[in-house]
Antibody, heavy 120, light 107 residues
Framework: EVQLVESGGGLVTPGGSLRLSCAAS????????MNWVRQAPGKGLEWVSS????????YYADSMKGRFTISRDNAKNSLYLQMSSLRAEDTAVYYC?????????????WGQGTLVTVSS | DIQMTQSPSSLSASVGDRVTITCQAS??????LNWYQQKPGKAPKLLMY???NLETGVPSRFSGSGSGKHFTFTITGLQPEDIATYYC?????????FGQGTKLEIK
């Protein structure tokens, strides 16, 4: 059974940093592109970042470039999102999501999400 | 960025109804369009990919069509468990973008 379990969310002050983790199981992690998608309270979905299986291709949404860093450890079946210079508008539930398959960018499995609150 | 515009933003329908949601892209995205269902407090669930392909295990009352800039998502025979918010998502260009969502309620 595919499982994605996020952790690391919490309350952080503006300008602060936080590192999110996503533990994957039930599939061959090192063969899938992985993503972070976020959802502000009461709002829609926003793609944040993606990373290819070998970390060769990394992409970010413009508003996260330079502040967020996606990474993965295939030996540990884990995905990470290092967030810095956090702003109030980064407050959201952050989901890790698996890419569907080669050639199709659809998110077929999602974690339960971890809430990040940026507030003083 | 490609803008995805869904309509309506909210919709009320009765059990058994046929429900249609539309999604319009700001530019041609071929068929690189997916649909998700999100129930309150839950993660989104992939329903359809590439505009018209039903994800494994998804009931056949869900269907999708379209290409280019105009897409539709249809539920034929609405069930109580279909109450959710539905999102379209394009992957023709980075950044991948979602529609604003359509909240579906039961009358």
């Amino acid at each position: 059974e595919v499982q994605l379990v996020e952790s690391g969310g919490g309350l952080v002050t503006p300008g602060g940093s936080l590192r999110l983790s996503c533990a994957a199981s039930g599939f061959t992690f090192n063969t899938y592109t992985m993503n972070w998608v976020r959802q502000a309270p009461g709002k829609g979905l926003e793609w944040v970042s993606s990373i290819s299986p070998g970390s060769n291709y990394i992409y970010y949404a413009d508003s996260m470039k330079g502040r967020f860093t996606i990474s993965r450890d295939n030996a540990k079946n884990s995905l990470y999102l290092q967030m810095s210079s956090l702003r109030a508008e980064d407050t959201a539930v952050y989901y890790c999501a698996r890419d569907y398959q080669a050639g199709v960018v659809a998110f077929d499995f999602w974690g339960q999400g971890t809430l990040v609150t940026v507030s003083s | 960025d490609i803008q995805m515009t869904q309509s309506p933003s909210s919709l009320s329908a009765s059990v058994g109804d046929r429900v249609t949601i539309t999604c319009q892209a700001s530019q041609d995205i071929s068929n690189y369009l997916n649909w998700y269902q999100q129930k309150p407090g839950k993660a989104p669930k992939l329903l359809m990919y590439d505009a018209s392909n039903l994800e494994t295990g998804v009931p056949s009352r869900f269907s999708g069509s379209g290409s280019g800039k105009h897409f539709t998502f249809t539920i034929t025979g609405l069930q109580p468990e279909d109450i959710a918010t539905y999102y379209c998502q394009q992957y023709d260009n980075l950044p991948y973008t979602f529609g604003q969502g359509t909240k579906l309620e039961i009358k």
